[in-house]
């Protein structure tokens, strides 16, 4: 298995272009999320999907689009880049249900907006 | 607002030493709490987690201490080793594992 596998692993964008991030994961797992990580703050919630068709937004969404059209797929879109939007995303997923089902995260994508 | 309040920001132990740090939360209905290790260009992988029906756990060298009254749970790595140094991530969620919400990490560095 690979596990969660995101691409690419560095990117570098122009103000106002756009981009996608992606992630896919092979475990079947039915949850998936985007989190970006910025110095001293931690890791921070963007979307969320508890499944095919069904997303939702997190903690700081705005300027970020998601879609979920298979299980194994959760895609990150960035329609107009802006420099507050260089970080490093990372993409996790899980099992959902009964039991605790811990987050497993991908290696990251690091983002830079000039 | 960070509702997950992470402390030190960095620190620096020598070999064979007990590394400790802390977290306190605001929101009494967290029910999860985790601890993730991350090292150099990987992402945050789960190290240990502890429920608040319970005030320790221990898996091998690290261990969960929570403090429910105070609202605060500390991370304890004993015998650090050099391999220990990455950064660690305090966490908390509310009825699963999934939407965590992380402190703002400690980087931490064993010395030889």
């Known amino acids: 298995n690979a596990g969660v596998t995101q691409t690419p692993k560095f990117q570098v964008l122009k103000t106002g272009q756009s981009m996608t991030l992606q992630c896919a994961q092979d475990?079947?797992?039915?949850?998936m999320s985007w989190y970006r990580q910025d110095p001293g703050m931690g890791l921070r919630l963007i979307h969320y999907?508890?499944?095919?068709?069904?997303?939702d937004q997190g903690e700081v969404p705005n300027g970020y689009n998601v879609s979920r059209s298979t299980t194994e797929d959760f895609p990150l879109r960035l329609l107009s880049a802006a420099p507050s939007q260089t970080s490093v995303y990372f993409c996790?997923?899980?099992?959902?249900?009964?039991?605790?089902?811990?987050?497993?995260f991908g290696n990251g994508t690091r983002l830079t907006v000039t | 607002q960070q509702q997950v309040k992470q402390s030190p920001q960095s620190l620096i132990v020598q070999k064979g030493g007990i590394s400790i740090i802390n977290c306190a939360y605001e929101?009494?209905?967290?029910?999860?709490f985790p601890w993730y290790q991350q090292f150099p260009g990987k992402g945050p992988a789960l190290l240990i987690a502890?429920?608040?029906?319970?005030s320790e756990k221990k898996e091998g060298r690290f261990t969960i201490s929570f403090n429910k009254s105070a609202k605060q749970f500390s991370l304890h790595i004993m015998d650090s080793q050099p391999g220990d140094s990455a950064t660690y991530f305090c966490?908390?969620?509310?009825?699963?594992?999934?939407?965590?919400?992380f402190g703002q990490g400690t980087r931490l560095t064993i010395n030889p």
């Open positions: 996790a997923s899980s099992y959902l249900g009964q039991g605790v089902s811990p987050l497993h």
């Open positions: 475990m079947n797992h039915e949850y």
């Open positions: 966490a908390a969620s509310i009825g699963g594992a999934q939407k965590l919400v």
């Open positions: 929101n009494t209905a967290f029910d999860y």
């Open positions: 502890i429920r608040p029906d319970v």
């Open positions: 999907s508890v499944g095919a068709g069904i997303t």
